[in-house]
């Protein structure tokens, strides 16, 4: 036991297995109308598959893009009532989900699920911008927008670079300044995207 903390790098551990990315995550939903209205109406993901579980037939197995091909899938059935209260969390489960937005359709996010009565908290989270809200059955998701371009192939560098350099900083958590510097350290612009000014905070409870 050593009281070391765990490395922090964007380089692949020496493991015995390397997964090549997320292909998709699966929930436990409650019925296909409640789901689709949300998902796909509300968050614009089409559905794009719908079949029997293959463990459990008599129920319904949907599957959503969520833009950029991975896939967020649901089991439902439509004896299953929605229940938007807050779910309970403990060790193993879903804290929350996160999907990303444009920087461009921000604002509108938030006026969009204001308009469907989906109330949300915003946050300056430092190295992103995010809403937070619930979705139809108490779910927590995070609608989050980088504040600098990154490309998603440098992603992991870029973090990885802005971790080294708060570390050096002695600041406790990653803000703009260390993600431009490990931008530019990189040799990527750091030309920051316009958006509204928030509060730093707790996410959505």
């Not at 019925?31 to 293959?54: H, S």
């Not at 779910?87 to 469907?116: K, Y």
């Given at each position: 036991m050593t009281d070391e903390p765990t490395p922090?790098?964007?380089?692949?551990?020496?493991?015995?297995?390397?997964?090549?990315?997320?292909d998709h995550v699966t929930i436990i939903g409650s019925n296909e109308a409640d789901t689709v209205a949300f998902y796909r109406d509300?968050?614009?993901?089409?559905?794009?598959?719908?079949?029997?579980?293959?463990?459990?037939?008599?129920?319904t197995h949907?599957?959503?893009?969520?833009?950029?091909?991975?896939?967020?899938?649901?089991?439902?059935?439509?004896?299953?009532?929605?229940?938007?209260?807050?779910?309970?969390?403990?060790?193993?489960?879903?804290?929350?989900?996160?999907?990303?937005v444009d920087p461009e359709r921000f604002v509108e996010t938030g006026e969009a699920l204001e308009e469907?009565?989906?109330?949300?908290?915003?946050?300056?989270?430092?190295?992103?911008?995010?809403?937070?809200?619930?979705?139809?059955?108490?779910?927590?998701?995070e609608l989050a927008t980088d504040k600098y371009h990154v490309p998603d192939d440098r992603r992991a560098e870029v973090l990885a670079t802005a971790q080294r350099i708060r570390v050096e900083d002695g600041a406790d958590?990653?803000?703009?300044?260390?993600?431009?510097?490990?931008?530019?350290?990189?040799?990527?612009?750091?030309?920051p995207y316009e958006l509204p000014d928030a509060p730093t905070g707790a996410g959505y409870d």
């Amino acid at each position: 036991m050593t009281d070391e903390p765990t490395p922090v790098t964007a380089e692949p551990p020496e493991s015995p297995i390397r997964l090549s990315g997320t292909d998709h995550v699966t929930i436990i939903g409650s019925n296909e109308a409640d789901t689709v209205a949300f998902y796909r109406d509300l968050l614009g993901m089409p559905l794009v598959l719908r079949q029997p579980n293959l463990d459990q037939p008599e129920v319904t197995h949907l599957f959503f893009d969520t833009g950029d091909g991975r896939i967020l899938t649901f089991f439902v059935s439509d004896d299953r009532e929605s229940d938007p209260r807050p779910q309970r969390t403990g060790v193993g489960a879903v804290h929350h989900l996160a999907f990303s937005v444009d920087p461009e359709r921000f604002v509108e996010t938030g006026e969009a699920l204001e308009e469907a009565g989906h109330p949300y908290n915003e946050f300056d989270r430092g190295a992103f911008h995010s809403l937070y809200t619930r979705d139809h059955n108490g779910l927590v998701l995070e609608l989050a927008t980088d504040k600098y371009h990154v490309p998603d192939d440098r992603r992991a560098e870029v973090l990885a670079t802005a971790q080294r350099i708060r570390v050096e900083d002695g600041a406790d958590y990653v803000d703009d300044e260390h993600v431009e510097r490990a931008l530019e350290e990189l040799g990527l612009e750091a030309d920051p995207y316009e958006l509204p000014d928030a509060p730093t905070g707790a996410g959505y409870d």
